[in-house]
């Protein structure tokens, strides 16, 4: 519709209403651009904004408006893509014996900013294998293994719901 709005001459009587219609058409593809936006489809957002019409004078803050937007929702979809890398390696990083995987793993996912929509996934993953260091330590502690116990506590993150268990733990172990 606007191609065709914008095929009309300027000395044509329809060409004042052709402008209106251009300019109320952007808004709306603005609005869905940002509809997009809003649930992360990056993509989306950047295809609509870049059905906006550039050159056409009522229209230049709508399309100012866009151009930015666009810009910006770039740089989320490169961040998104970011972070959805360290959720990948972070888990290809574990290695279900070595308490060491789990602490790199967890290094890797606090790298995932709080407003990221990965961020919740990391939290929980973050948890679950602070979890597991402790029950590694645990169990080499239950096998005799103090100093090895101890070295897996150590890597318990200090804001791990596990901390405090471990770091009682590893008194125990050390008068064992």
Known sequence: AIRKAREI????PLY??????????????????????????FAGAIAAAN???????????????AA???LYWQLRAKRQNLYQNYLTRAKKTINPHHA???????????QISPGAREHLEAQN?????????????????AQGKYQQA????TLV?????????????MMRWKKL
């Not at 209106?20 to 509809?35: H, K, N, P, T």
């Open 9 to 12: 001459e300027p000395y044509s």
């Open 16 to 41: 004042s209403q052709a402008q209106v219609d251009i300019l109320r058409w952007s808004e709306v593809i603005f609005d869905i651009a940002q509809g997009r936006a809003n649930q992360e489809d």
């Open 150 to 153: 101890i070295e897996a506590a």
């Open 51 to 65: 059905l906006i019409p550039q050159d056409v004078n009522s229209n230049k803050v709508i399309a100012q408006k």
């Open 68 to 70: 930015e937007s666009a």
């Open 100 to 110: 060491s995987s789990y602490n790199q793993a967890i290094r890797i996912l606090r």
């Open 125 to 141: 993953l973050i948890r679950q294998w602070s979890k597991q260091i402790y029950l590694i330590a645990s169990h080499r502690a």
């Open 157 to 169: 993150p200090i804001d791990s719901d596990y901390y405090q268990q471990a770091k009682d733990s």
